[in-house]
DNA sequence: TAGTGGTCTAGACCACTGT
DNA sequence: CAGTGGTCTAGACCACTAT
């Protein structure tokens, strides 16, 4: 039995056990809003695990693993044998994490739209059906976007998806939601990771017609092939982004 | 010795306690090696948490631990109720890393070496010195290197370091060393991560003729401000790419 | 119901850091 | 030396999944 009597309840200073989020991350968050508000400044030692443990009545574990989390995420950094310090604020907290497009805007209070400019079958060419491990010929779905902010143009996005997932997001609202939020919100996909290359290219005429910008203007050339979480490929996209209306931000972390 | 002792010790299947390496990462050194040779094969189960714990004479905690490194770089998924799976394989294994260039280069068998054009003092312009969050006008160091694999150009790089820093990295190999390496290896720097914006150009004349295309190419500019662990501006730099010759690819996992 | 991963506890020993 | 984070144990209850 676990503490089933409430009278006996030690304090948790704020931390309630059987609420809905578990124990390290309300610890971490609470950690988090205190860094963030400046109760705990730039190279300040937390308390030790041990310290966080006492005060919250929690196990030292349970207080490591809310200290792990803040570390992962660049808000903390431990030194063994002196402590667990504040990192100082950095521009991008946080490591690089996929986001869809309007998703991303959205987090900067703007809105994103999309113009579709094309939507139905079609087959595989030989490097589409190697990216998305299919024979070539495979049947998939295509669809060419333009995405807008505030109206104006800052890329066009040219994207291959399974036949099946394909005619299951064209019956949705691609004109205001992400493809990555349709997939995991209404085809019920659990999105793993992307991987990118990154390239440069000059603007082709078709192109550079669709985004406003004369031809063989620079264009970012962002190559992202999306999987859900057991490593299927769901998503094959290229991007022609106009790196003078967004720029691509991205944080990574030395190994440790 | 290994087996150091012995009658009571239990077996732990190839796992060593006392070896420089702890349990749960030679659990995930051993896993990761079954994965990587076949013996689990993609969306296998792998054994339960219980299981591995039982079979190496660890606690299920060691072993979850282990598991948990493996979900972190991509190779296993884990649904709750169900159990721990081998994901499929995916180009890039592994998250977003920060590498050097020489150090990304060698790890594909490649030799990249540095002509190094201009190295010394310069006071800061007030975009570095935002960024490396000094006062304008800071004394700082400057090194402006052309990058080569094979010997052809792949890439300008300006960069921006401390003073003292700067004045440490001048004495040591900078064509053949990468200036990460050097940091770490060298000055003692620990370095945490970096904040990176992407964007395309056209190429200037000058840095066209350093890397050998024409003028108004499209070229990847990327603009990276390194930290240390503390959170420390490092190294501020402009690297301008002949994204023909190099590809930039990177993993994005999507937030749990 | 049985098995899985997710969370949590109350200890323990170690390596490393400061004094 | 005392205090810190790093590792590890042997349990426990929970939420979820399958049968």
Chains 1, 2 share one sequence.
Not at 17 to 40: F, N
Not at 79 to 102: H, I
């Amino acid at each position: 039995m676990t503490e089933t009597d409430q009278t006996t309840q030690p304090r948790r200073s704020g931390l309630t056990p059987g609420a809905p989020a578990p124990l390290y991350q309300q610890l971490s968050d609470l950690l988090r809003e205190r860094i963030k508000s400046g109760i705990y400044g730039p190279l300040d030692r937390l308390p030790s695990e041990h310290e966080l443990a006492r005060e919250h009545s929690i196990s030292r574990i349970t207080a490591r693993q809310a200290l792990g989390e803040l570390e992962r995420n660049g808000l903390v950094f431990r030194l063994q044998g002196r402590g667990s310090f504040v990192a100082r604020p950095t521009v991008v907290q946080g490591l690089a994490q996929l986001t869809g497009f309007a998703e991303a805007m959205s987090a900067q209070g703007l809105e994103a739209v999309s113009r579709v400019l094309r939507l139905g079958p079609t087959r595989a060419a030989t490097d589409v059906a190697e990216r998305l491990r299919v024979p070539p010929g495979t049947p998939l779905f295509e669809i060419r976007r333009v995405r807008l902010v505030n109206d104006s143009p800052v890329s066009f996005d040219h994207s291959y998806f399974p036949a099946d997932l394909g005619r299951r997001l064209a019956r949705e609202d691609l004109v205001r939601r992400d493809v990555f939020w349709l997939l995991e919100n209404v085809c019920g996909v659990r999105l793993g990771a992307a991987d990118h290359q990154i390239g440069a290219v000059a603007a082709e005429e078709d192109i550079a017609l669709q985004l406003g910008v004369p031809a063989g203007a620079p264009l970012l050339l962002i190559d992202r092939l999306s999987y859900d979480v057991t490593g299927m490929p769901i998503d094959y996209e290229h991007l022609y982004v106009r790196s003078d209306r967004v720029r691509y931000g991205l944080r990574l972390e030395r190994p440790r």
